[in-house]
């Protein structure tokens, strides 16, 4: 039989996790996690990961396997997640495939562009760049090498712009000439479904739950981070406010209201990449789970 991989996207705060147990427990199948920044073990409250309670009605993968200290692609993962969902299907028809970053969806699903090796002390310059320039001039340096690249990357995300410029200065050719958007085949059928709702629902889901994040002792876990803060992993939201916080730049309630700001301005790119994959078929955040069930069983093979 066909085995099918269901995957659950959409914007933060939407209820993707809840969502992604109760249809593990339907099927009774493993979920694997494409959430970014829900990898890492010392991230726990500022990324939403899954709580003891929810790790123990469905079993997970690929959350908090990974430390801030160590260097974990997108390339790293899709090779992981594959070698995953092989052996969950070889035993089930099911598999579950839960996250808010397309990228990482994306390499699981469709696949990675090939790039080249390039030198890695070209990263090591880029990211001491970030550091004592800011993100501003490796921004100008991308709309000069590749300004096609730049007009479709998140470029207020470092690691993005980062990754697209050691590329064109490794290799003297623009990083958008790699991408060739050519889709592999995959021995499973890719069952895309997404959550949303209108604009200012998620805005609000967005507000409250980072309310609640504080209440959780949010800041004290970016507390024990504080030595880590360079680290790529670590520039993210709900991090890196809370350390200009904690190193006395910003005072904690204008901290938050970054934190709302920058994690709606988030979702907002969010749903700007999942638009694109005419393969979604999008739910009302308020549907019922038999409407998922329905239309999974509807495109299983």
Not at 52 to 58: C, R, Y
Not at 63 to 86: C, M, N, P, R
Not at 200 to 228: C, F, P, T, W
Not at 260 to 265: C, M, Y
Request: proline share 3%.
């Amino acid at each position: 039989m066909t085995k099918n991989l269901i995957v659950i996207t959409g914007p933060t705060a939407i209820g993707k996790t809840s969502l992604s147990i109760q249809l593990a427990k339907y099927f009774n199948c493993e979920i694997v996690s494409a959430d970014s920044r829900q990898f890492y073990k010392e991230m726990s409250i500022g990324t939403a990961a899954p709580t003891a309670e929810e790790l123990s009605q469905a079993k997970h993968h690929c959350i908090q396997h990974k430390s801030v200290k160590e260097i974990y692609t997108v390339g790293d993962f899709e090779k992981e997640a594959l070698e995953i969902l092989d052996k969950l299907f070889s035993k089930n028809d099911y598999a579950i495939l839960i996250g808010g970053s397309g990228l990482y969806v994306d390499a699981v699903t469709k696949g990675l562009d090939h790039f080249p090796e390039v030198d890695p002390k070209i990263r090591q310059q880029l990211n001491d760049t970030l550091e004592t320039k800011g993100i501003d001039v490796l921004q100008e340096q991308l709309k000069e090498l590749d300004p096609i690249h730049y007009s479709n990357v998140d470029i207020h995300n470092p690691q993005r712009v980062i990754r697209a410029l050691e590329i064109c200065m490794g290799t003297g050719e623009p990083y958008s000439s790699f991408l060739t958007k050519s889709k592999k085949n995959r021995p499973f059928k890719s069952i895309k479904t997404g959550i949303t709702a209108d604009r200012q629902i998620i805005y609000d889901r967005i507000n409250l739950r980072v309310d609640l994040m504080i209440k959780a002792g949010l800041i004290d876990e970016v507390k024990s981070l504080q030595e880590y803060q360079s680290l790529n992993a670590l520039n993210t939201v709900g991090y890196k406010e809370i350390f200009k916080y904690l190193n006395k730049e910003w005072d904690l309630d204008f901290s938050i209201s970054e934190i709302k700001k920058n994690t709606r301005r988030f979702a907002k790119r969010q749903l700007t990449w999942f638009r694109k994959d005419t393969e979604i078929e999008w739910f009302d955040y308020q549907s019922d789970l038999e409407s998922f069930i329905t239309y999974i069983k509807k495109n299983s093979l």
